[in-house]
């Protein structure tokens, strides 16, 4: 799970939105994958600038993000029930895995 905002449900308000910048200029609230995606690059690209792990695989690196971190339960789709539960993005401890932790 990477940080994407919320679309203020249920009061349509921009506070849990992420603000990002814009082409030509300016900046606005957004929130869902498509501003969870750039967290994920970024994590990927910090594990691969680490020479011990320059060559880490795709694969090696969504496991280890996959197996770190803390993990989040979603309670919003059904009340009292979480539906999903997923591990939030933890750079350094996927390095740790990974066996190349600072």
Not at 30 to 35: E, N, V
Request: some cysteine; proline content about 6%.
């Amino acid at each position: 799970a990477a940080p994407g905002g919320d679309f203020g449900y249920p009061f349509n308000s921009n506070r849990d939105q992420i603000k990002s910048s814009f082409l030509n200029g300016g900046y606005g609230n957004l929130a869902g994958t498509s501003m969870a995606a750039p967290h994920v690059a970024g994590a990927v690209a910090a594990i691969r600038s680490r020479s011990a792990c320059k060559y880490k695989t795709v694969t090696e690196i969504e496991s280890a993000f996959r197996t770190t971190g803390p993990a989040i339960k979603d309670w919003r789709i059904v009340t009292g029930v979480p539906q999903i539960t997923k591990r939030r993005l933890d750079v350094v401890a996927a390095m740790k895995k990974l066996g190349c932790a600072p």
